[in-house]
């Protein structure tokens, strides 16, 4: 319980930032949304990258790379170190010189002043939020994971779970914009400075890279290299159209709500200069030993133990929910021990069986020890369906307990910054409902922040019984990718009509929102009423034109053509072609409106638009 004991001591140490930054605030709106858009420069850099890096770059990732190997430090994070500052250059210095001009907070607020829509925007609100939604379930996810993983499954995946969504809801309920600026920048150089320490001392653990890797190159000879550890080191698992419409993802991040909302916190101008040049360092600093560990952990044969032991399928074997028989998933792995030539699998049969071994890291610490090819190989399996706990793993068997203590409370570091989201969307509603419909003007200021803390508190809550739901049926990357992402990166092209086109209108960004929620409500629909029993790697086709499958059914998620690309594709080109098309077809805002937006070359106010 040690590791976890020191988690729980930087838990409470996050929790006085945030109350001491309520301390600080002075009870007006603007302080409690944007921190009175004063944010120096230092801390903006540390609390946008902070915004951004949350459990699905350090478990995801890791995970992922566990599954496909090298390949995905190119599906994310080489296009998103140049893609996302290029954004924030061009898109969220506009942003920031609106807000400032205008008094906007939010996107919406935006949306609607430039196009002159109403009820329109509340559409477009309520998309937003819907999209945020798994962004914030992925951060309480993570959270329980990260808890159960370094106490060894002492700490269970609801109640970890439940104390870092207590936590974030605690100093976001008080401290506001300013108390989760301030949480995110220590957060920050949390995971930046201990994660390098852990990539070290996991380094040296396995013996230094050089030999694991050319141990995973001398199997690419092997007759099926695609299946190989070789392959891991290769773009060899990600199929060609899958790794091309990544391309997309990277454009969702200034669209996300809460980093064009904190775009609008920066003190001046000189702040984005200094992101644009440091933010890419610090994408390679946390992505690059999130994805090596991720790949070599693949050679470790007790990390895959650990995995495996982790597992929900085994965590109902120990738990005896089920018994064995044709329904018990776990009936194969019973059945490989007591078939196993090796005494010590039937012996841990027989503890198991009588309720000697009760926690997942003693059960971890014995299959380890088995030299059993068949038995390996079930544990492999295992271990994929709990990808997302390699880089706890590796922590749980490399590091001394207090130093995994140090390391675990730097993956939640990462982990808890979902606070940002819960804050965006309260933020949002604030400002996009309960504001725009009046009740502030009504009721008050103070009662549009009591409302905004109200939010924090309901949206806390549904994320943590979704996260439970969810958690044995989704990765943390699958989630993020399939609705947030995607969703987030279809947007974009309204934001962008929106800030640079002036012939855009209100019909053409409903047209866009609308496809994007059909998009989504599709592809929840087909996850829900289709299945894939399949071996690992296939498809079922879902909708074929001609010979020609446009859709199909994967593991995980639903693909576009038999190129496998994501959904994001079809999304983003009809995004495109409807806000372009719609637009065109309907009548501009007034003359006047646009002119606020678009000055001519002799107006004094471009030079203030341009920030």
Not at 145 to 155: A, F, M, Y
Not at 168 to 177: I, L, T
Not at 361 to 373: I, K
Not at 490 to 499: E, I, T
Request: aromatic share 10%.
């Amino acid at each position: 319980m040690l590791p976890a004991l020191v988690v729980f001591a930087y838990l409470a140490l996050v929790l006085y930032v945030g109350i001491f930054a309520f301390r600080r605030s002075t009870g007006r709106a603007e302080d409690f949304f944007v921190a009175n858009r004063s944010l120096g420069t230092a801390v903006f850099l540390l609390s946008l990258f902070a915004t951004n890096m949350t459990s699905f770059s350090i478990l995801g990732s890791s995970g992922l790379s566990f599954r496909l190997g090298i390949g995905v430090f190119g599906l994310m994070a080489s296009t998103s170190a140049l893609i996302l500052p290029a954004a924030l250059f061009i898109i969220g210095t506009r942003l920031w010189a609106i807000g400032k001009k205008y008094g906007h907070m939010t996107q919406v607020q935006i949306f609607r002043d430039r196009w002159e829509m109403g009820h329109i925007g509340t559409v477009i609100f309520a998309l937003q939020a819907l999209m945020l939604i798994p962004y914030v379930i992925i951060g309480v996810m993570g959270g329980g994971e990260t808890l159960e993983g370094v106490s060894g499954g002492r700490v269970p995946y609801w109640l970890g779970g439940a104390v870092v969504a207590l936590v974030v809801m605690s100093y976001v309920f008080f401290g506001g914009m300013r108390g989760t600026a301030w949480v995110n920048a220590l957060q920050s150089c949390m995971f930046l400075v201990v994660g390098t320490i852990a990539f070290v001392i996991i380094a040296r653990g396995i013996g230094g890279f050089g030999p694991t890797v050319r141990a995973m190159e001398a199997t690419l000879a092997g007759p099926r290299p695609v299946q190989s550890d070789g392959a891991l080191l290769t773009r060899m698992r990600i199929p060609p159209g899958l790794y091309a419409s990544y391309l997309l993802i990277p454009l969702s991040s200034i669209m996300f709500p809460h980093i064009a909302i904190f775009c609008l916190t920066a003190r001046r101008m000189g702040s984005f200069r200094k992101t644009v040049i440091f933010y890419p360092l610090c994408i390679l600093i946390l992505w690059a030993p999130a994805v090596l560990l991720g790949t070599v952990a693949t050679r470790q044969p007790a990390v895959v133990a650990k995995m495996a032991a982790t597992s929900d399928t085994v965590q109902q074997w120990l738990d005896r929910k089920a018994g064995p028989g044709p329904k018990g998933d776990f009936l194969r792995l019973e059945t490989l021990l007591a078939d196993s030539a090796d005494p010590a699998a039937r012996a841990l049969l027989a503890d198991v069986r009588a309720g000697a071994v009760a926690y997942a890291h003693d059960l971890g610490e014995r299959m380890a020890t088995l030299d059993d090819p068949p038995l390996r190989a079930e544990m492999r399996q295992l271990a994929l369906t709990n990808q997302d706990s390699v880089m706890l793993a590796l922590l749980d068997h490399f590091s001394p307990p207090l130093l995994a203590g140090l390391l675990g409370a730097a993956i939640m570091a990462c982990v808890m910054a979902s606070d940002s989201q819960i804050l965006a969307l309260s933020t949002m509603w604030s400002q996009d409902v309960f504001t725009y419909y009046g009740h502030t003007e009504r009721l008050g200021e103070r009662a549009q922040i009591w409302s905004a803390r109200a939010f924090v508190v309901v949206l806390t809550i549904v994320a943590y019984l979704v996260a439970l739901a969810v958690h044995q049926y989704a990765t943390i990357f699958e989630i993020a990718v399939q609705y947030a992402f995607a969703g987030y990166a279809s947007l974009f092209p309204v934001m962008a009509a929106c800030l640079f086109w002036r012939r855009s209108t209100k019909w053409g960004a409903l047209a866009a929102t609308l496809w994007i929620i059909t998009c989504l409500a599709g592809n929840t629909w087909a996850q829900l009423a289709t299945t894939y029993a399949g071996p690992p790697g296939g498809a079922t086709p879902l909708l074929k034109l001609g010979d020609l499958t446009l859709f199909q059914r994967e593991g995980t998620r639903i693909t576009f053509t038999e190129w496998r690309m994501l959904l994001v594709v079809p999304m983003f080109a009809g995004s495109v072609l409807l806000m372009w098309a719609v637009s065109l077809a309907t009548r501009p805002p007034a003359a006047a409106t646009i002119a606020r937006y678009f000055p001519s070359r002799g107006d004094g106010q471009a030079t203030v638009t341009r920030g």
